[in-house]
């Protein structure tokens, strides 16, 4: 009787599938399904998936709490200098790059070096201007660190040997995780899942905290203002400060590396962030074939013209604007003629990328291309960037528009000021749509294969009048009596040596005429959709360069113009510009990969 009920038992729903596709007769496949819980309600692809939820989650809650520590330790140092230091939270944070070194040697040299523990790897993840983005500022990281270590030797009677010990860590980190990251970006690891997915975590809560220590740090500010008493001693012929760097040709060098050369430390804090997130999306994930079954479009500048003259115009008047900007701002205090300049470059400049970016989705919800709906972590994490990055710059405009509002609107470097701000919101709104939009389309990869494969056939041109009847009429010289063998041989030789040459020529101009015809199909073939967009495109790569160049090295006038920083006071605006400005920088260099995107799939 027990075994009748066990046979008359009905089979769960999770095995209806595999008991309908068995081949072994009726009475034993229930048998063997039924014998394990865990197999008959949880498949190998749930128990896959239910162990990547868990150590997601594991993971995200280590970073989660190392962050709140870090941030804790940060906070309590800006408002509570005595309790906790500056040195304490360097203390901190060197513990934590430790660590992280230790991780990231063992991946490069056991976890990755596993039997079958890299087998996928994502295409779409590390591109080569995120990875060359990565040693460019982990080389300015470095040389920072070098000038931050050589200005505290000078002065080693001020500064304590934790400001020389930290920055020497930092060398080691910033090294080895840009080696790490350039080699091993697009891994999809397939073992030690945990461990991984835990390393990875923990190096993201260390950029994040030394990102937050480089914002909220104002020591970089108070090195400047230090600067500025110390001309200000001198021209009054009182040097009574020791700390004060000596008037030697190192030192000077030393202050000002350190200071022009800050601002990549946040990005590539920034950068390495979104990296080391995609390589935690992708651990354990297994890339099917049609994930790589389109072929990647290459970048191409053909068939652009007015964008690349366009933005290198705007580059160009950029890089006075910006120059004279400097010289201003080093020699004094910026007068008011610097910033009506400076802000009316950028009331020019925004409304015609904001036309451009409008005409551009238009243009692309004209297209008949298709949705890319593949799972792709990289595209998502770019959207996700995009917008986060964005709300940097636009919080500071709001804030400037408050200010100006509720203050004299009516003056004329208040009303750039003002317009400024307002230009600044709908540019990046109207940019991030584009981005976003073009983003999401499949490339036009399909249809230039058939445009080049069409151009190869034309290409293929009957050949030129002469090459045929070359034969024909050396036979018929050859059928001709000659007076003797000599002459005859002497004529064979030469009539040879002449045919080989005609050939020549004739090859030589047969493939330049091929390459033209294939490059006049395929370029001229172009809709006039793609050469907008693709014009468009290049055109907003030019401008994102110059406004990312312009606040990188130094040109702050949402600081130095006084106005916000009389309304809210000092410490408010400073926290707000050091929130703001990192990201609004960072916003730019990443709407640069995007827009590089849009252009190559376009």
Same mark, same amino acid.
């Given at each position: 009787?027990?075994?009748?009920?066990?046979?008359?038992?009905?089979?769960?729903?999770?095995?209806?599938?595999?008991?309908?596709?068995?081949?072994?007769?009726?009475?034993?496949?229930?048998?063997? &399904?039924?014998?394990?819980?865990?197999?008959?309600?949880? /498949?190998?692809?749930?128990?896959?998936?239910?162990?990547?939820?868990?150590?997601?989650?594991?993971?995200?809650?280590?970073?989660?709490?190392?962050?709140?520590?870090?941030?804790?330790?940060?906070?309590?140092?800006?408002?509570?200098?005595?309790?906790?230091?500056?040195?304490?939270?360097?203390?901190?944070?060197?513990?934590?790059?430790?660590?992280?070194?230790?991780?990231?040697?063992?991946?490069?040299?056991?976890?990755?070096?596993?039997?079958?523990?890299?087998?996928?790897?994502?295409?779409?993840?590390?591109?080569?201007?995120?990875?060359?983005?990565?040693?460019?500022? +982990?080389?300015?990281?470095?040389?920072?660190?070098?000038?931050?270590?050589?200005?505290?030797?000078?002065? =080693?009677?001020?500064?304590?040997?934790? #400001?020389?010990?930290?920055?020497?860590?930092?060398?080691?980190?910033?090294? @080895?995780?840009?080696?790490?990251?350039?080699?091993?970006?697009?891994?999809?690891?397939?073992?030690?899942?945990?461990?991984?997915?835990?390393?990875?975590?923990? @190096?993201?809560?260390?950029?994040?905290?030394?990102?937050?220590?480089?914002?909220?740090?104002?020591?970089?500010?108070?090195?400047?203002?230090?600067?500025?008493?110390?001309?200000?001693?001198?021209?009054?012929?009182?040097?009574?400060?020791?700390?004060?760097?000596?008037?030697? @040709?190192?030192?000077?060098?030393?202050?000002?590396?350190?200071?022009?050369?800050?601002?990549?430390? @946040?990005?590539?804090?920034?950068?390495?962030?979104?990296?080391?997130?995609?390589?935690?999306?992708?651990?354990?994930?297994?890339?099917?074939?049609?994930?790589?079954?389109?072929?990647?479009?290459?970048?191409?500048?053909?068939?652009?013209?007015?964008?690349?003259?366009? %933005?290198?115009?705007?580059?160009?008047? %950029?890089?006075?604007?910006?120059?004279?900007?400097?010289?201003?701002?080093?020699?004094?205090?910026?007068?008011?003629?610097?910033?009506?300049?400076?802000?009316?470059?950028?009331?020019?400049?925004?409304?015609?990328?904001?036309?451009?970016?409008?005409? %551009?989705?238009?243009?692309?919800?004209?297209?008949?291309?298709?949705?890319?709906?593949?799972?792709?972590?990289?595209?998502?994490?770019?959207?996700?960037?995009?917008?986060?990055?964005?709300? $940097?710059?636009?919080?500071?405009?709001?804030?400037?528009?408050?200010?100006?509002?509720?203050?004299?609107?009516?003056?004329?470097?208040?009303?750039? =000021?003002?317009?400024?701000?307002?230009?600044?919101?709908?540019?990046?709104?109207?940019?991030?749509?584009?981005?976003?939009? $073009?983003?999401?389309?499949?490339?036009?990869?399909?249809?230039?294969?058939?445009?080049?494969?069409?151009?190869?056939?034309?290409?293929?041109?009957?050949?030129?009048? $002469?090459? %045929?009847?070359?034969?024909?009429?050396?036979?018929?010289?050859?059928?001709?009596?000659?007076?003797?063998?000599?002459?005859?041989?002497?004529?064979?030789?030469?009539?040879?040596?002449?045919?080989?040459?005609?050939?020549?020529?004739?090859?030589?101009?047969?493939?330049?005429?091929?390459? /033209?015809?294939?490059?006049?199909?395929?370029? /001229?073939?172009?809709?006039?959709?793609?050469?907008?967009?693709?014009?468009?495109?290049?055109?907003?790569?030019?401008?994102?360069? =110059?406004?990312?160049?312009?606040?990188?090295?130094?040109?702050?006038?949402?600081? #130095?113009? +006084?106005?916000?920083?009389?309304? &809210? $006071?000092?410490?408010?605006?400073?926290?707000?510009?050091?929130?703001?400005?990192?990201?609004?920088?960072?916003?730019?260099?990443?709407?640069?990969?995007?827009?590089?995107?849009?252009?190559?799939?376009?």
């Amino acid at each position: 009787m027990p075994g009748n009920k066990a046979s008359k038992q009905k089979p769960c729903h999770h095995c209806n599938s595999r008991l309908a596709s068995a081949s072994a007769p009726p009475g034993t496949s229930t048998i063997h &399904y039924e014998k394990s819980w865990l197999y008959r309600h949880c /498949s190998l692809q749930q128990r896959d998936r239910q162990a990547q939820k868990s150590g997601q989650l594991f993971s995200g809650l280590l970073a989660l709490n190392v962050v709140f520590l870090g941030s804790a330790f940060i906070s309590s140092m800006i408002f509570n200098h005595v309790a906790i230091t500056l040195a304490d939270v360097w203390i901190l944070l060197s513990i934590l790059k430790v660590l992280c070194l230790c991780w990231i040697i063992y991946y490069l040299l056991g976890t990755s070096r596993q039997p079958h523990a890299v087998l996928y790897r994502d295409t779409h993840a590390g591109p080569v201007w995120i990875r060359g983005s990565l040693l460019l500022f +982990g080389t300015f990281s470095i040389l920072l660190n070098v000038f931050q270590i050589g200005y505290s030797v000078i002065q =080693i009677n001020c500064k304590s040997k934790v #400001e020389i010990v930290f920055p020497s860590i930092e060398i080691l980190f910033v090294a @080895t995780q840009a080696f790490f990251l350039w080699h091993h970006s697009k891994d999809c690891i397939q073992v030690q899942h945990n461990l991984t997915r835990c390393g990875l975590m923990l @190096t993201i809560a260390t950029n994040l905290l030394l990102w937050l220590l480089a914002v909220t740090n104002d020591s970089i500010h108070m090195e400047i203002e230090s600067q500025l008493r110390e001309v200000e001693q001198r021209l009054a012929g009182n040097e009574t400060d020791s700390c004060a760097c000596p008037n030697t @040709t190192t030192c000077k060098v030393f202050q000002k590396g350190y200071i022009l050369l800050y601002p990549f430390n @946040t990005e590539y804090c920034l950068i390495c962030c979104s990296v080391l997130y995609v390589m935690w999306k992708n651990v354990g994930r297994r890339i099917s074939h049609h994930h790589t079954a389109h072929v990647k479009p290459k970048f191409k500048l053909h068939g652009v013209v007015f964008g690349p003259l366009l %933005g290198a115009a705007a580059v160009i008047i %950029g890089i006075c604007v910006f120059m004279m900007y400097q010289i201003q701002a080093t020699g004094s205090a910026p007068n008011y003629q610097v910033f009506v300049l400076y802000y009316s470059y950028y009331i020019v400049l925004l409304p015609l990328m904001c036309v451009v970016a409008i005409i %551009g989705t238009i243009i692309h919800t004209l297209e008949k291309r298709e949705l890319d709906t593949l799972k792709n972590p990289t595209r998502s994490l770019d959207v996700v960037l995009l917008m986060g990055a964005a709300l $940097g710059q636009i919080a500071m405009s709001y804030f400037s528009i408050v200010a100006i509002v509720a203050t004299n609107p009516r003056d004329m470097l208040n009303s750039l =000021i003002l317009s400024y701000s307002v230009l600044l919101i709908f540019q990046y709104i109207t940019q991030n749509i584009f981005i976003i939009d $073009g983003l999401q389309r499949q490339p036009f990869v399909a249809a230039e294969a058939q445009h080049t494969t069409h151009a190869g056939q034309l290409s293929a041109v009957p050949e030129l009048p $002469g090459e %045929g009847v070359t034969a024909p009429s050396s036979d018929q010289e050859r059928s001709q009596a000659s007076p003797s063998k000599e002459e005859e041989a002497s004529e064979e030789h030469s009539r040879e040596a002449h045919e080989q040459r005609r050939v020549s020529v004739l090859e030589l101009g047969q493939e330049f005429r091929r390459v /033209s015809l294939s490059y006049i199909h395929t370029y /001229s073939h172009l809709s006039w959709k793609r050469k907008a967009l693709k014009e468009i495109s290049f055109f907003l790569v030019l401008c994102n360069i =110059i406004l990312w160049i312009m606040p990188t090295f130094g040109a702050h006038p949402v600081f #130095e113009n +006084g106005l916000q920083k009389s309304f &809210y $006071g000092y410490s408010t605006w400073f926290a707000i510009v050091n929130f703001g400005l990192p990201l609004s920088v960072f916003y730019r260099m990443h709407s640069v990969g995007g827009l590089l995107e849009v252009y190559v799939s376009a």
